[in-house]
T-cell receptor, first 114, second 110 residues
């Protein structure tokens, strides 16, 4: 257990569905991240929130919409996804400004888009 | 280049040492990390090294850093079947960003 939880762990959705991924951290961190992990590719950073404000959006399509209502929760809202969006979506958190600043990851949500 | 580079696969026999290599991109990166990912799980931080160090040892793990060549390695002594996983190298790029490699899949054969 890393102190970062994600729900659901698995999700299958059609291209016309709307769903949301949830992440919660219990570590007192002030930054949260969404990553996409596809086979044999480096982790792709999607969004960064620091102190509940979005600080980075790495050219992610608008069909992915993040929300960070407070420093402990992060959501990723999904709509009209494509099959190539099927991947493992990982949430992470960290405390910025500390020496290591290492990120702690949740177990991920395995998303399949039909 | 802009990518953190790692070999995709490594296979060793149980009891041998494993060495996983990584080339990172930014000579000014302050911290370098090794993460482990087991099947069905997220990434677990194994160890990290500050850029002013050239070696760090933690039980069976030894991290070597060559800043001149931007080369990082992870040595696992007495590798066990439970060490089978994907190992990711990462560098801290700025206050919020980390850049990850594609991961090395370590297979440990009995």
């Amino acid at each position: 257990e890393t102190g970062v939880t994600q729900t659901p762990r698995h999700l299958v959705m059609g291209m016309t569905n709307k769903k949301s991924l949830k992440c919660e951290q219990h570590l007192g961190h002030n930054a949260m991240y969404w990553y996409k992990q596809s086979a044999k590719k480096p982790l792709e950073l999607m969004f960064v929130y620091s102190l509940e404000e979005r600080v980075e959006n790495n050219s992610v399509p608008s069909r992915f919409s993040p929300e960070c209502p407070n420093s402990s929760h992060l959501f990723l809202h999904l709509h009209t996804l494509q099959p190539e969006d099927s991947a493992l979506y990982l949430c992470a958190s960290s405390r910025t400004g500390t020496s290591g600043g290492e990120q702690f990851f949740g177990p991920g949500t395995r998303l399949t888009v039909l | 280049g802009e990518d953190v580079e790692q070999s995709l696969f490594l296979s060793v026999r149980e009891g041998d040492s494993s060495v996983i290599n990584c080339t990172y991109t930014d000579s000014s990166s302050t911290y370098l990390y090794w993460y482990k990912q087991e099947p069905g799980a997220g990434l677990q931080l194994l160890t990290y090294i500050f850029s002013n160090m050239d070696m760090k040892q933690d039980q069976r793990l030894t991290v070597l850093l060559n800043k001149k060549d931007k080369h990082l390695s992870l040595r696992i002594a007495d590798t066990q079947t439970g060490d089978s996983a994907i190992y990711f190298c990462a560098e801290k790029v700025n206050n919020n960003d980390m850049r990850f490699g594609a991961g090395t899949r370590l297979t440990v054969k009995p």
